[in-house]
């Protein structure tokens, strides 16, 4: 059971006094400016505090929250992707000039907080609080689409009931665990004594199929394209990215990463299969480009997944590479989707609009090939060295389905990350007047950082690939092996 | 200290300078009127420099101790076994040399009519540049595979930015497939490196430790295929060379010049240095098969030569046929077919490559490609048109030129393994007459068609650098013996090849 | 000294025509024409030294210049070498001598066209490789020069590039001999890798004592003969020479009479060791000779135009130097290349004159008189005449033609143990071809030189043009006095001469066939006179609605086969497939990619669509929000939702 010395990672109790401190100060007087100031700062305290906690953990590993390298390591993602959100929609184009915005940040603050809940759980309480945290703030932030204010109402209707169907089954599979085990333990159900084994494995892949709803595989993906094109370009951001990672980091935590029983092994083949090739399809033809971002970041889930399926020596390098690659070159993306964005014209994400960008924005032009081209997997991004890792493990593994499914989704993939760039190659129309010259110098800073991120990344990935992945709870012989790296 | 790097990395350099110069001058456009072409000076001066380079590395060695020339090794991904492996022997000098002769050629022929952008030109041409040698040195596998990727992006540029009417169609097309392709490469590399990790415990992507990896047979022949198919869409060999014609055709006239001239034999250089050398025995079982593809090669690129109206075209699919040689060459599985197949890279780049710039040259005055309305030009251009013939003369395999040298060889090569083949090949010969022939009595040697008067002969110095290339075609179709000794690829399996060399007469 | 002699003597030339080609429109005619001249002459110079120094040494003696290496590695090698022996004697002499004499002639006859320098330098460039194609001891050598006359043959023919007809022969002339020369790599690429070399000595070598197989022989030499037919124009390639007659008229004199179409002679005589050992080869040549000289003189018999006459009879004689080499009798077909260069040079270069002087005049039919009008070159024009129709002890003909008659008759090939194929016939047929070179030749001269004056002639025939004529008149008449027939005086200067290199085949020769031989020519000199000469002639102009005459005067239809058989079928094939197939191919795939995920995206909204309608009558009353969210799309994800769900169960399950 839940052991009572509450052991407490710092960041957590931070982000909680820092939000409790920006309601307040929202309650006292409201300046979207202090908003975001103070959000920055929360942030940027508990990214200090990364790595330490309060209380001592229990020997038993019966506590509510655990930390390890990977938690650390996907929180500080999720906590630096939390602020380069932030930093994106402080002077959001699109957010309706007359209102007040304050809560916006707050929100996103939640987000965080849910999302790094989610990563230091060792718990399905605290798993489940953090979900339905991460959950229940992102409706609010997808409301927040200025204009077309109904598109941003659907969109945030469709999560919610989406979310909570998936809510519901999660939280089956939950009580179906605890039923079986008897043990809130986070971790899959493992059969004892006399209770039929059919039980722990309808648990096992209701959780499941919980996680892989809030991590948009295909099947369950369905719901991603219209939130994301329904919500704010930097919600659609925190959508692709600091959700899925914080899902990804609790799924790898709740399976490990040894060998996967071989139920799950049939699940995720399909799964990966029906993703990658799902997602690179449902991409080639979209004219939007958050809906493209959202198809893509179903396909990359997918590859991710491979590395997830195929434990070993490189597993752990190629995930983390994979996460920070695809962190890195998706905020950028995003980062310069949002510069686009103009109050003039709110809709930035019509790809077709993007005519000539090379020609009037040479800078974010070439950035966001840069950006496009990590994310297709060729160098100089490091998005080269991230799929490099990938098909690694998946030769490791004699994947050979997956590594062929993995080479036609890239080839789909490179298809039309290369259309984006032919399109902004294309000569524009009419002289680019109707561009914005001047992009905020904040966002000019930070996709600045991202690109040299992303390129410094791409040449020099060695400091990326350590060890960081937590043992695997079903086969406790890994870890050893794991310990030795 | 090793030059190998600063060979690699200055061109990429001296590209950004070039670029950071134009944006310098436009700033300062305002208020002094801008010295044309300080950008194009960068890059020429960029150029003379990794000559200069090239040149202390070629000479500073005037007895060659061992086999390869220069070293150079640096740790990169430790944990990874990966390195900044460069080495340099014989073959790749050799090539090298070809693609700076390239470059030179189009810094003076064609790169002087890009005005827009020109900067970004040069800085996109060079970083080609730096793919491409670092391609020809790389003795890691995974820095290979990086290189080799990293040049299709500058190039995807040039074509789709700078290239002719269809162009992004031509350069999303020659992008996926080597891209693709190359993603069958990274399979194998893979395949090959955990193969070595498993037996040896070491995980390294040293070419030279992985050589001595122990395969079993079907393992080998796959690996070896992933190579090949990644290197076969580059060369192109038949059923995968769709994306080159529309890449040649669509790109402008240097990168057509770049791409025909070294890109394509980049893939020449992966079967020799990769396919037959990583993979010696799988190669030998498979070359009836990749013999089979050159002939198709040969036959099926003249064929559809003598069938193109577009000039570009037209050379592009004769590339095709030409390449058709080299891999013909290259899985005789003799000494002789590799050397025919290496001058075959030599002497075609030359010439296709002076090829391209005739037709871009045409392009520039005529603003057509199609041969019915380009009509005779001698009379208003000669040295052009002699230029193109000697060049369109020298591709249909006069001997004496270069292109004759390295087909005779791969013939004389092929002919202990099959006569029959052998024979099929020489029909390409009479093919390449006829699309030669067609193309020279269409564009040079015709009736005009065209006002005289409008057209503008090659300047005087361009012509000078033209005949600098016949000299050397010349020199490669006359006296190929000392380039024979100079390129051969170092025998990293000695044992190999010369064991092989017992199959030979 | 013959050591830096004998590269020069290809040097010069090659270096007047790179001068030439690259003052290109600098330099005036005049300019172009001597430099082109002195080119020439020098070599001409240095050869007839280089006779002498060889001639003057032991009867093998032989001259070898190794330049460079081409390729030396194991297992084959070869050479930039270059070797005077008897038999390049005699072609070198041909060649730098007629040459010099053409050159001299053209610098008049095309001192008004503006592409002069385009000109000379392709002549001079021609002669270089010629030199280079006779010189060589190294059969690579041998095919740089083998190709290289042909590139220029191809320019030179092309040399009117206004007229599409022109370089339509052009390029005609270079295919079909291109595919000779392909037939000729693989020859060479048989014995290269048989023999380990393409030196010729070395191949020879290895031919003779039996490194070779039999088969790979007769393979071999196949091969070599396919390349030499083609390259002199006889059955089957020959219909490339009538059109090539296109070029300026020194050219045809040059490379398509006097020197480029022997070359395929030459080859084979080059080496007659290989043909000595593939008897049922040299079975075949000498009959395709005997064919094409019969087959070219019935065509000639027929033509109006009278460079195209000159052509048949070009393909004709050299019909008669493959029937003599096919027999064996290698200095009769030497000898007769000798004289035929001369007196064929002669007719070229009259007729050239005359055309010039008749403003571009060239049917016979049309001309007519010009003896009056331009006596010198009538007589220029009977002296060739009689040299190509070879009439008895005057001309020079008559020698060469008696020589290759007499080698014939002696000739017989054992094929197989029944079958034997006798000289006799072959004989019979040679004879026969005397005959009606006698009647077509003279035709040709009676109805242009005498009779009623077609047109007016105007001019004079420059100085320039004159002194080669007369200088070939002088060969064509006693060139041939240096070799007598057996049964005469023992002259044998040129029998002598090549003895020590090639075979004797001196046969007995019974002394009736001299006389024959000397008969027949003049029985069809006098047939034309009847036909043609007389005051009134019986046929002045030749019935040309006779089917037969119509087919033997586009040279047997073969033309019109080879244009339907392999011309047409090409074009169209290659129309067929202008566009890339394989090309259509994968673009289709990407197409279906396409579709593919157009489809996957329609089922996405299609399958909500038929949904939307079932559910939308339950949601009516729903308020406005629901009522726009609530168009079934969000019950169909729950559906997948829940689907997956049991899908998962059910795999985990039954697993």
Redesign the interface.
């Known amino acids: 059971m839940i052991g009572h010395d509450v052991f407490l990672p710092t960041p957590l109790p931070v982000l909680c006094v820092g939000i409790t401190v920006m309601l307040a100060a929202t309650a006292w007087r409201r300046s979207v400016d202090r908003s975001f100031l103070s959000g920055m700062v929360t942030l940027l305290l508990a990214l200090a505090f990364v790595g330490h906690h309060t209380g001592t953990a229990p020997d038993n590993g019966d506590s509510l929250f655990i930390q390890d390298r990977w938690t650390n390591y996907t929180a500080i993602l999720i906590m630096l992707s939390s602020m380069c959100i932030l930093l994106m929609s402080w002077r959001d184009g699109t957010h309706d000039r007359t209102t007040l915005v304050d809560e916006y940040p707050l929100l996103c603050m939640l987000g965080a907080l849910g999302a790094l809940t989610m990563v230091f759980s060792a718990n399905y309480m605290p798993f489940f609080l953090g979900l339905e945290i991460l959950g229940i703030s992102l409706m609010g932030l997808v409301t927040f689409r200025h204009r077309p204010v109904m598109q941003g109402c659907e969109a945030a209707m469709k999560y919610l009931i989406l979310s909570g169907v998936s809510s519901a089954i999660l939280l089956f599979g939950v009580g179906l665990a605890y039923g079986v085990t008897g043990s809130l333990r986070f971790m899959p159900p493992i059969t004892t004594g006399d209770v039929s084994p059919a039980l722990p494995v309808a648990a096992t892949v209701m959780i499941l199929i919980g996680m892989f709803f809030k991590l948009s595989v295909v099947p369950f993906h369905m719901w991603l394209l219209d939130v994301m094109e329904g919500a704010p370009v930097p919600v659609a951001a925190f959508l692709a990215v600091v959700s899925k990672i914080a899902i990804f980091s609790a799924l790898v935590r709740y399976f490990g990463t040894g060998d996967q029983p071989p139920f799950l092994n049939d699940i995720l083949y399909v799964v990966i299969i029906l993703t990658i090739i799902g997602g690179n399809l449902l991409a080639l033809r979209q004219t939007s480009f958050t809906r493209l971002l959202a198809c893509s970041s179903i396909a990359h889930v997918g590859y991710l997944l491979i590395a997830f399926l195929c434990p070993g020596r490189l597993q752990s390098g190629a995930i983390t590479v994979y996460l920070a690659a695809y962190t890195a070159s998706t905020l950028g993306v995003f980062a310069i989707v949002t510069a686009m964005i103009t109050p003039e014209r709110p809709d930035g994400t019509v790809i077709a609009q993007w005519k000539g960008l090379f020609f009037s924005h040479p800078f974010l032009a070439s950035a966001m090939s840069l950006m496009l081209l990590s994310l297709a997997g060729i160098p100089p991004g490091i998005g080269f060295f991230a799929k490099f890792e990938i098909a690694a493990t998946g030769v490791e593994h004699q994947r050979n389905l997956l590594l062929g499914v993995l080479i036609i989704g890239s080839i789909i993939g490179l298809y039309y990350y290369l259309n984006i760039i032919r399109v902004m190659m294309t000569a524009p129309p009419l002289p680019s007047a109707s561009l914005n010259r001047h992009v905020r110098p904040e966002l000019m800073a930070l996709v600045i950082v991202l690109t040299v991120i992303v390129v410094i990344g791409g040449l020099f990935p060695a400091r990326a690939i350590h060890p960081l992945l937590p043992v695997s709870p079903v086969v406790p012989a890994m870890q050893n092996e794991m310990t030795m790296h | 200290m090793s030059p190998l790097p600063a060979l690699v990395l200055l061109p990429i350099m001296g590209g950004g300078l070039a670029w950071l110069t134009e944006r310098i001058q436009l700033h300062t456009a305002t208020t002094s009127p801008p010295s044309r072409n300080a950008s194009w000076w960068m890059m020429l001066a960029t150029l003379i420099v990794e000559t200069l380079l090239l040149a202390g590395i070629t000479f500073g060695h005037p007895t060659r101790t061992g086999p390869w020339l220069e070293h150079f090794s640096m740790p990169w991904i430790p944990t990874m076994g990966i390195a900044v492996r460069l080495d340099l022997d014989g073959l790749s000098l050799s090539l090298i040399w070809l693609s700076l002769i390239l470059c030179f050629l189009c810094a003076c022929l064609a790169t002087r009519q890009v005005t827009v952008k020109s900067g970004a030109f040069y800085f996109l041409f060079l970083m080609t540049l730096t793919g491409i040698i670092g391609t020809f040195v790389a003795t890691d596998l995974f820095l290979f595979f990086f290189f080799w990727e990293l040049m299709l992006v500058p190039m995807f540029v040039l074509i789709a930015v700078w290239g002719h009417e269809d162009r992004q169609r031509a350069a999303l097309k020659f992008f996926m497939f080597t891209q693709g392709s190359g993603l069958l490469m990274l399979l194998s590399i893979l395949g090959l490196v955990i193969t070595h990790d498993r037996e040896t415990g070491v995980l390294t992507f040293d070419y030279f430790a992985l050589a001595q990896t122990p395969l079993s047979p079907t393992l080998s022949m796959l690996l070896m295929l992933g190579f090949f198919i990644a290197f076969a869409v580059k060369l192109p060999v038949v059923p995968v060379h769709v994306w080159l014609p529309d890449a040649h055709t669509q790109a402008p006239t240097a990168a057509s010049v770049l791409l025909a001239g070294i890109l394509l034999k980049t893939g020449g250089y992966g079967m020799i240095r990769f396919n037959v050398m990583l993979f010696p025995d799988a190669a030998i079982h498979f070359a009836p098969i990749a013999m089979g593809l050159g002939v198709v090669g040969v036959l099926y690129g003249a064929w559809l030569s003598c069938a193109q109206n577009d000039i570009k075209r037209l050379i592009a699919y004769s590339s095709i046929s030409h390449m058709g040689f080299v891999v013909l060459g290259i899985f005789t599985g003799s000494r002789l077919g590799m050397q025919g197949a290496i001058i075959q890279m030599l002497a075609h780049g030359l010439s296709a490559g002076a090829l391209f710039l005739i037709a871009g040259a045409i392009q520039d005055r005529l603003h057509t490609r199609d041969m019915h309305r380009i009509g005779g030009l001698w009379a208003a251009m000669p040295r052009l048109s002699a230029s193109g013939l000697f060049f369109a003369v020298a591709s249909l395999g006069m001997p004496g030129l270069g292109n004759f040298t390295g087909e005779f060889l791969v013939l004389l090569a092929t002919w202990p393994v099959s006569p029959a083949i052998a024979t099929l090949t020489t029909v390409g010969l009479v093919l390449a007459a006829i699309y030669a022939l067609r193309m020279v009595n269409r564009v040079f040697l015709a009736a005009p068609r065209v006002d005289p008067l409008l057209l503008k002969d090659l300047p005087a110095r361009q012509t000078a650098v033209f005949a600098c290339v016949m000299i050397f075609l010349v020199v490669l179709g006359l006296y190929p013996q000392p380039f024979m000794i100079f390129s051969g690829p170092s025998p990293l399996s000695v044992t190999a090849t010369t064991s092989r060399e017992d199959h030979a007469p | 000294m013959g050591e830096i002699l004998l590269p020069l003597l290809i040097l010069s030339p090659l270096a007047a025509s790179l001068v030439v080609?690259v003052s290109?429109?600098r330099l005036s005619a005049c300019a172009v024409g001597t430099l082109a001249c002195t080119g020439v002459g020098m070599s001409a110079v240095i050869s007839v030294i280089l006779s002498v120094m060889l001639l003057s040494g032991p009867a093998t003696g032989t001259l070898q210049v190794m330049l460079?290496?081409?390729?030396?590695?194991?297992?084959?090698s070869a050479d930039?070498a270059f070797m005077l022996d008897r038999i390049s004697v005699v072609m070198i002499l041909v060649v730098t001598i007629v040459g010099l004499l053409i050159h001299i002639y053209a610098v008049s006859y095309m001192h008004d066209d503006p592409g002069i320098a385009r000109f000379f330098g392709s002549m001079t460039l021609f002669i270089a490789s010629m030199l280079v194609l006779v010189l060589a001891s190294d059969l690579?050598c041998l095919?740089?020069g083998?190709?290289?006359v042909g590139?220029c043959s191809?320019l030179l023919i092309?040399f009117w590039?206004?007229?599409?007809a022109n370089?339509?022969a052009?390029?005609k002339a270079?295919?079909m001999t291109?595919?000779g020369?392909?037939?000729l790599?693989?020859g060479l690429?048989?014995l290269?890798?048989a023999a380990?070399s393409l030196h010729i000595g070395t191949v020879l070598a290895a031919v003779a004592n039996g490194q070779v197989a039999l088969s790979a022989v007769n393979m071999a030499a196949l091969f070599i003969l396919i390349g030499a037919l083609a390259k002199s124009a006889q059955i089957p390639f020959q219909t490339w020479l009538p059109d090539a007659m296109a070029g300026p008229t020194p050219t045809s004199a040059l490379i398509h009479a006097a020197t480029m179409v022997t070359a395929g002679v030459y080859l084979i005589a080059r080496l007659h060791d290989l043909f000595v050992m593939a008897v049922p080869v040299m079975a075949l040549m000498a009959v395709l000779g005997a064919l094409t000289l019969l087959m070219g003189a019935c065509t000639a018999l027929v033509q109006s135009d009278l460079k195209r006459i000159l052509a048949w009879s070009t393909i004709s004689q050299l019909g008669y130097m493959f029937l003599a080499l096919g027999c064996g009798a290698w200095q009769a077909a030497l000898f007769h290349l000798m004289t035929h260069a001369f007196f064929k040079a002669l007719l070229f270069l009259t007729a050239g004159a005359v055309i010039v002087r008749t403003h571009h005049e060239q049917d016979i039919f049309r001309l007519g008189g010009l003896r009056h009008a331009m006596p010198g070159l009538a007589a220029a024009f009977i002296t060739g005449a009689s040299a190509l129709a070879g009439v008895p002890l005057v001309t020079a003909g008559f020698y060469s033609k008696e020589m290759i008659l007499s080698g014939v008759w002696a000739a017989h090939f054992r094929l197989t143990h029944e079958w034997t194929l006798s000289g006799h016939v072959l004989w019979g047929i040679g004879l026969l071809g005397a005959f009606l070179s006698a009647l077509y030749i003279f035709r040709c001269v009676f109805i242009v030189f005498f009779g009623k004056s077609g047109t007016t002639a105007t001019g004079r025939t420059s100085r320039l043009m004159t002194i080669p004529l007369s200088c070939l008149c002088v060969l064509s008449l006693c060139g041939g006095i240096i070799e007598m027939p057996m049964t005469f005086p023992p002259l044998h200067l040129f029998s002598a001469l090549l003895d020590p290199t090639l075979p004797p085949s001196h046969a007995d020769e019974p002394g009736w066939l001299v006389l024959v031989g000397a008969i027949v020519p003049l029985a069809g000199l006098g047939v034309a006179w009847v036909l043609w000469g007389r005051p009134s002639p019986i046929m002045r102009e030749i019935p040309g609605q006779a089917a037969v005459i119509r087919f033997a005067r586009t040279g047997g239809g073969m033309d019109v086969v080879y244009d339907h058989l392999f011309v047409q079928p090409?074009r169209f094939l290659?129309?067929l497939?202008?566009h890339?197939i394989?090309?259509h191919a994968?673009?289709g795939t990407g197409r279906l990619?396409?579709a593919?995920?157009?489809s996957?995206?329609r089922s996405?909204t299609g399958f909500l669509d038929i949904l939307t309608l079932g559910g939308r009558r339950g949601i009516r009353s729903a308020d406005h929000?629901?009522g726009?969210?609530h168009n079934g799309?969000?019950r169909?994800?729950?559906a997948?939702?829940?689907?997956?769900?049991c899908a998962?169960?059910a795999?985990?399950?039954l697993?």
């Open positions: 080609f290109a429109g460079w290496p081409w390729i030396h590695i194991a297992g084959f930039i690579l095919f740089i083998w190709e290289g590139l191809y092309g590039y206004d007229t599409p370089t339509a052009a390029r270079f295919y291109r595919m020369d392909a037939a790599l693989c690429l048989l290269a890798t380990g090409f290659t129309w497939t202008r890339d394989l090309d994968i673009t990619t396409q593919v995920s157009t996957v995206l996405r929000l629901l726009q969210i799309r969000v169909w994800y729950a997948w939702i829940v689907g997956g769900l998962g169960l795999m985990a399950v697993a």
